[in-house]
């Protein structure tokens, strides 16, 4: 009886006695479950700062790609070309951080007041939507200083060509490619399409200096026709 008994108390402990792994409860994350959040990457958080980055590398590629084919246009002086492109590098990089400051400034303003307005509602998360809320300075200095970095491209390709007609043929072709390059990058970080991001840039990019290389030609002919009509000197 007592080698019964005693069999039935140890059946009693081996039943009552269950070990439960803390990782069944939720308390660690399982392998599987971090390989998941680590895929699972908002890629709208990069939309802030590759905004402001692409657009004003693209920028200044392409505003000083044309100055320099449009100055081209009409004059073969180097030191011409190279002076309006610097002013140009100048003025765009300054317009870019301002405007980007200012538009940014009053996004963050409107997601201000909705957070105000959540917390008098008393809804929860006011801390995860301060953390996503916009920066203006940072994108101020990342429009200013892409922007830079892509005007400063087509000046170093056109500082180093004495010949006018190869310069204006250099300026082109670094710009074509390096239009293709950002258009590859910005497509690669933000996990969009690349053919369809570098043909979309490239063409936007060929547009400008086609337009710009071609009004000046045009309005070139017909200022010097008018004035030699004219007898102006």
């Given at each position: 009886?007592?080698?019964?008994?005693?069999?039935?108390?140890?059946?009693?402990?081996?039943?009552?006695?269950?070990?439960?792994?803390?990782?069944?409860?939720?308390?660690?994350?399982?392998?599987?479950?971090?390989?998941?959040?680590?895929?699972?990457?908002?890629?709208?958080?990069?939309a802030q700062w590759l905004r402001a980055a692409v657009l004003g590398a693209n920028d200044g590629l392409v505003s000083v790609a044309s100055l320099l084919m449009g100055v081209g246009?009409?004059?073969?002086?180097?030191?011409?070309?190279?002076?309006?492109?610097?002013?140009?590098?100048?003025?765009?990089?300054?317009?870019?951080?301002?405007?980007?400051?200012?538009?940014?400034?009053?996004?963050?303003?409107?997601?201000?007041?909705?957070?105000?307005?959540?917390k008098e509602n008393n809804n929860i998360g006011e801390e995860a939507q301060r953390e996503k809320l916009p920066n203006p300075f940072q994108a101020a200095l990342a429009s200013a200083l892409a922007f830079s970095v892509g005007a400063v491209i087509p000046l170093l390709a056109a500082a180093f060509i004495r010949?006018?007609?190869?310069?204006?043929?250099?300026?082109?072709v670094v710009a074509s490619l390096t239009l293709l390059l950002f258009g590859g990058v910005g497509a690669v970080l933000g996990k969009t399409p690349v053919r369809k991001s570098c043909i979309r840039v490239l063409l936007g990019g060929w547009m400008a200096m086609t337009i710009t290389f071609g009004h000046q030609v045009i309005w070139h002919c017909w200022a010097f026709n008018v004035i030699h009509y004219f007898g102006l000197f």
């Open positions: 009886m007592a080698s019964l008994d005693d069999h039935k108390t140890n059946e009693e402990i081996s039943i009552n006695h269950v070990e439960i792994p803390i990782h069944a409860i939720g308390v660690e994350p399982k392998p599987n479950q971090e390989v998941k959040e680590r895929r699972n990457i908002d890629y709208s958080q990069r246009a009409v004059k073969e002086n180097i030191t011409a070309m190279l002076l309006a492109g610097f002013a140009g590098l100048i003025a765009g990089a300054c317009s870019m951080a301002i405007g980007e400051f200012v538009s940014v400034y009053t996004q963050y303003d409107i997601e201000i007041a909705q957070i105000k307005r959540d010949n006018y007609k190869i310069r204006l043929v250099v300026v082109a």
